[in-house]
């Protein structure tokens, strides 16, 4: 589903990945672990394109589709989620106008009927319930004083809406208590484990892999996967830690 | 009879397009008069004329224990001013919401004098612009309390947002006070748009003019709020900053 080869990306001159492979299947959960300064967000913002993330070399496949060629919202609209390890904040613009705003415009990309308003909240509401934020959030602004338990909830409540075919959650588990910790990853096997999906989670720690059971396991290091392996992996990196599985 | 027209060697004119001043004086009237009795209170909303150039004056009493609340939108293609001098008696409230959203070659100001002439009035201005390609948009805003105004509470909450390398916006919120108990508050900002705020639409999937426009309508979007997102002046700013970000 997702095919990644000899990915290089900059950020400024700074080459930060250097020959990434990576191939997650449909289906399957993989999680990348990895130290800090590894590359893990700009993994995360380089599938998202995010601009000042240059892709100097190397391929990256979505579904089939060359990914690097499509603009942001053309990658969401493909079915591509990103959850955010810092959500953005946008003052004055409501969580359900932002939502619904969002996901007409995907389907108005796809050629899908735009969802009606009724329809939309019947359907944020229901997400929320589902992820134990309180419907009243979703008037508030996006994000903004939200604590980062809740923006983390928010972030799983948006791909719930979206539905998409493969997210790409980077540190969804950091900041998060345990119950918040719970809750996020039963909403990511809610919306995401199905045999047409996929997800890339991206992590320091071994805690979200309790409740989330990935497939496989990565280690990546210096801007390249290392090692790969089974859940096995995970417990073996919080063991005995990066320095000594990488070695 | 009609008088001079102004320089902009006058201070409430520093940024005023003269020549486009020039071509409606003669035809201005004197400023509307409002007065708002004792312990009335009033909403009014001030929509674009629709002419390239759009002068709206008023002079306003806001009488003890009275309320006004003046919405309003600048918009015009070419030249758009709003001018008012607002005198406040005990214990009066003003609350000014207003937006300059300009492109091409507009010059849109707002331009205000706040009187507190007598003691427990309060004021507050907030005023947003959006300016495009090489429009100016301009705040002169003078907060005057005299000496018997005491326990005056003024605010003045100006900012703006620029889409062009090209715009222009100037700020000068100026306060004259005589009275020694009162509180008075001004902040300015100008702005850009936020590259990570645009980015984190676009990740949602709206695409950039879309995600720009969402962003703008956010940026000024508050100023309505009691008015309801459905109001005219709502919907009229929301459709001038979808024209800004195609």
């Known amino acids: ?247 | 009879m009609t008088a001079p027209l102004p320089t902009r060697a006058d201070e409430a004119f520093r940024y005023a397009d003269i020549k486009a001043l020039g071509e409606v004086w003669d035809d201005l009237g004197p400023p509307e008069t409002v007065e708002i009795a004792a312990h009335k209170s009033l909403q009014q909303t001030w929509l674009p004329s629709g002419d390239p150039i759009d002068v709206k004056r008023a002079r306003i009493v806001i009488e003890q224990g009275a309320a006004l609340e003046l919405y309003a939108l600048n918009a015009a293609d070419r030249y758009g001013r709003i001018e008012l001098d607002v005198t406040l008696h005990a214990g009066a409230d003003f609350a000014f919401r207003a937006a300059n959203v300009g492109s091409g070659d507009a010059t849109l100001e707002v331009v205000t004098v706040v009187r507190h002439v007598a003691p427990d009035a309060t004021s507050t201005q907030t005023v947003r612009s959006v300016l495009g390609h090489k429009a100016v948009g301009s705040y002169l805003g003078q907060v005057a309390v005299a000496r018997e105004a005491q326990k005056t509470n003024s605010e003045q909450d100006i900012k703006a947002m620029l889409l062009s390398r090209e715009a222009t916006a100037n700020a000068k919120p100026e306060l004259e006070i005589y009275a020694d108990d009162v509180a008075c508050a001004h902040g300015a900002t100008v702005g850009e748009l936020d590259a990570m705020q645009l980015y984190y639409a676009a990740a949602r999937g709206l695409p950039p003019a879309q995600a720009k426009a969402l962003l703008l309508e956010g940026f000024i979007g508050g100023l309505w709020d009691a008015l309801g997102e459905d109001s005219e002046i709502a919907a009229l700013a929301r459709t001038r900053l979808r024209e800004l970000t195609r």
């Not at chain 1, 400024?12 to 590894?38: C, F, S």
């Open chain 1, 1 to 247: 589903m997702l095919n990644i080869e000899n990915l290089h990306v900059a950020t400024g001159d700074k080459p930060i990945l250097k020959g990434l492979d990576l191939d997650v299947p449909t289906g399957e959960v993989h999680a990348i672990m990895g130290p800090n300064g590894a590359g893990k967000s700009t993994l995360a913002y380089a599938l998202g394109g995010r601009p000042g993330y240059e892709v100097t070399d190397g391929s990256a496949t979505f579904a089939g589709k060359d990914l690097l060629e499509m603009d942001p919202h053309e990658r969401a609209a493909a079915g591509l989620f990103l959850g955010f390890q810092y959500p953005v904040e946008i003052p004055g613009v409501s969580m359900l106008q932002f939502l619904r705003e969002s996901l007409n415009a995907q389907r108005r990309t796809r050629g899908e009927e735009e969802l009606s308003g009724a329809d939309f909240i019947r359907l944020a509401k229901e997400q929320a319930g589902a992820l134990g934020l309180a419907p009243d959030m979703l008037k508030r602004p996006v994000n903004v004083g939200f604590s980062g338990g809740e923006k983390k909830r928010a972030e799983m409540v948006q791909m719930g809406i979206m539905a998409p075919k493969f997210a790409i959650l980077d540190e969804t588990d950091s900041g998060l208590d345990i119950d918040a910790l719970k809750a996020v990853g039963e909403g990511i096997n809610r919306i995401m484990r199905a045999p047409d999906k996929g997800v890339l989670l991206i992590t320091h720690y071994q805690r979200l892999l309790d409740y989330v059971q990935p497939d496989k396991v990565h280690v990546l290091s210096a801007g390249r996967i290392v090692k790969s392996g089974g859940p096995d992996l995970a417990l073996q990196l919080e063991r005995e830690g990066y320095a000594e599985v990488v070695a």
